[in-house]
């Protein structure tokens, strides 16, 4: 099954698209070309199939299942006893009415598959992606172009098999995300270059991709280097990732997570269990544990092992998956803070983790297998860390890289940049209050923290939502404050606890005014117009990746600052 070209859709809601053209001020327009056209378009013929195969697979297992007792009898005649439905089909001559329900329902299926495919359309203009399906109850989805947060490119194992991909646009909020399930992986691929250079701004297009002939050995040849490369890229060399995660390091840190250590204790607990009383039933709580940390341990080894960052011309790629695969793309300005952890067992290796709040929710069964898609960096030495960081930041200037080095560090110095803790906090920080503190730049917020479970949180200042002080009756006592920087909801809390007051009220006024000028500043939503405006920065770009264009600093919607200094 190649990848079949979409055609366009008729469309009888509204004027074409080249009339809207000939009515729209004579500015320069946005080239659009391939599926981006404005026209409807549909998906993969094979649509249907590839969501609907659970449930064939399930009706499979149901008729196998019911014919299990002439299977048995096939090879051990006599051997099983009571009746089979098949013998009562033959026996009372409903052969024939048996065959013409199969069939029949045979019919259906396809028949409405085909209506699925035919009613599922799509279409791409210079403002939004709009995706209608439904048969009976009709639904109309629509991403615009300004709000997307990233757009992730799917393969499961078996869609993958036929040269299959599923495009994911990611927008703020729970069930927001537009899905385009599936097309060829060429299409897909393809559309989302389309789709990020036209929310980037970019008006001259790019051209479509050449139609290839169709043949058996391309078929074959497609899919096995769809199997061996990272990413599909027709048009563009693949990006050569910054970091690579070896095997040994990707075990060694799942064997050094608490969950690891806690399903040992659970095995060994069992064990003296059982042999202090006797009790064998103890294993019927232990092995459904057992399978579920396996399962658990497999997918998350599975996900990281092919994992791959990049930067692109539309922002950072990251791609991970072994068998079912995932390419996500997040444009400039996406991401709204990041936290560097190290846990405690990996100190001695010298490993951290990289993981980030964003405003979308991707269906985690869509693209990374019910993993949370929060995790930027699954382990890393230091270098791996500020090579992320530069990707993620590429606005930051050589006096914040120098922060988040002094951040890394296992405590905190007078003059290294950060607002420490005073020595009356540790009665309330026994261990980290040396390096409790933070930093602030024009253009992000430095929190560092913890001394057992070590974390550097930082926050660009365009994505900052809001400020807060609290200081409640034990910090009125101690002249110790708690700053909060409110950005949206994930597993990074951007808080700061046991400060001196002053310093807090301090940093709550300063950033007060640098939440005002830094959203004044946000250009992201068309990156690619704001690196005319401002000229073309320095930006990370590997090897292997054509010439990049320049990513502006990323920035949000203008913040409104509060004050709860609670009394």
Known sequence: MSDIPMQPVPDASGPAPSEAAAIAPEVAPIVQTGLADGEWHRLHRASPLFKGGIALIAILGVVVANLRERVIDLFLPGYTEGDDPVDLVLENGFLGWALLAVAGLLVVLIIGFYISWRMHTFRVTDEVVEVRSGIIFRTHRRAPLDRIQGINIGRP????????????ISQAGQDANVQLAYLGSSDANELRREILRLASGTREGRAAAQAQTAGVERFIDARVQEFLAPEISDNDAPPESIVRIGIGRLIGSMLLSMSTFVLIAVIIGSIVAIAITGELSILFGVIPALIGFGSFWLQRFTRSLRYSIAGTRDGV???????????ETLPPGRI?????DQPILWRFAGWWEIKVNRASHATAQSVSGGIANTTILPVGDEADVMNVLRLLLPDLDDAARALIVTGLAPHGETGDGYENSPKRAAWLRWFSWRRNGFAVTPDAFFLRRGAIWRELV????PRVQSAAIQQGPVGRMARLATVHLHTVMGPITASLGAIDVDKAMEFFADTSHRLVDAAARDRSHRWAEASDELGAPEVLVTEAAEPEASVPPAAPAAPRPEQDLRE
């Open 157 to 168: 194992f078996i869609p993958r098999l036929f040269g299959a991909s599923k495009l994911e």
């Open 317 to 327: 790629r990251i791609g991970y998956g072994l068998l079912s695969t995932t390419n």
């Open 336 to 340: 709204h803070s990041i936290a560097v």
């Open 458 to 461: 930082i926050v660009p200042a």
